[in-house]
């Protein structure tokens, strides 16, 4: 007597068949389409029908982070020096100008993810600067795991240094209940996290903030840098005191802004080392800022040891 073979019973409900996962992916796909008919969406840079960011102007943001300070009035020192260097992936022109302002004005949360992967970029090549050149003082070495064994005096500096501080420009309160938070936020802890994947010890910090004032849109760089005179401050400076700062913005204009937070992070005693930014005004003598040469970015060591 032969035994029958044991047959194994599968649960429909765990395998569903083929049928039933194109009935899904067609209720998916079919919801997104109604979607689209009650909020279309479109392109935030070109406009484009049914894509939030489209492969065209993405690419504006995928060049090589550059030095953008050189184009702007308040971070001048004269003979070719500015106040600190600030990295930029793009100019704040065209695609990338509609989009920054729909993200920041329009409520286009869906354009946190690119934004971010672009200051992501940013900070890795920030941090990596050290790599590709030397010593870098706009991110301190002692922050920087190093494979040699460290002196006991080297041990003791990387403990006092501490991470290096990323810190978004602060918005005014005003303008953090008019768009119901502070996209800005979202930049700095990208740049924080390019840092720490070059094995820069870094994390993001909150220490200025912004008092009301008029909106500085449309204002020149000397109207921007009167109307921002008191307006930045440190909330507690022994929370900044001797450490290494980078500064985050969305876009660089004129530098009054940046100025201002630089002024005041001094002021309480920290140091800070540079910049990043989503974009940068192209300045008038250069409107094609965007196609700085790659070779631009090896300044930032010679930048901040001048500024």
């Known amino acids: 007597m032969h035994d029958e073979p044991r047959r194994t019973r599968r649960d ?4 569903p068949t083929s049928g039933a996962t194109g009935c899904v992916a067609l209720a998916v796909a079919a919801a997104r389409d109604l979607a689209r008919l009650v909020v279309p969406v479109a392109c935030a840079g070109c406009g ?23 184009g702007a009035g308040r971070l001048d020192l004269l003979e070719g020096r500015t106040l600190l260097p600030v990295l930029a992936p ?8 509609h989009a920054v302002t729909a993200w920041k004005d329009g409520g286009r949360a869906d354009l946190d993810r690119p934004f971010a992967a672009a200051l992501r970029r940013t900070g890795r090549h920030l941090g990596g600067a050290a790599d590709r050149g030397g010593s870098d003082p706009s991110v301190p070495s002692a922050s920087r795991p190093s494979g040699r064994r460290a002196s006991a005096s080297q041990a003791g500096a990387r403990r006092v240094a501490g991470a290096v501080l990323v810190v978004a420009v602060p918005s005014s309160a005003a303008a953090r209940r008019r768009r119901g938070r502070a996209p800005v936020d ?30 500085l849109a449309g204002l020149g760089a000397r109207a921007r840098g009167a109307a921002l005179v008191g307006r930045v401050r440190v909330r507690r400076a022994r929370a900044v005191r ?16 940046l100025a201002a937070c630089h002024a005041a992070l001094v002021a309480a005693g920290a140091r800070v080392r540079a910049a990043c930014t989503l ?15 790659r070779t631009a970015v090896a300044h930032v060591r010679s930048g901040a040891r001048s500024g």
């Open 48 to 70: 484009l029908a049914d894509v939030p960011w489209c492969d065209a102007c993405a690419a504006h943001l995928h060049g090589p982070p550059v030095r953008r300070d050189h």
């Open 12 to 15: 429909p409900a765990a395998q």
């Open 90 to 97: 793009a100019a704040f022109a065209g695609p990338v100008r």
């Open 242 to 257: 001797g450490r290494e700062v980078v500064l985050v913005d969305d876009v660089l204009t004129t530098g009054a802004t």
């Open 279 to 293: 974009a940068a005004t192209p300045s008038p003598d250069d409107p094609a800022a965007s196609r700085v040469p």
């Open 186 to 215: 979202v930049l700095a802890g990208a740049d924080a996290a390019g840092l720490r994947d070059v094995g820069v010890e870094a994390r993001r910090a909150a220490p200025l903030v912004r008092a009301a004032g008029p909106d």
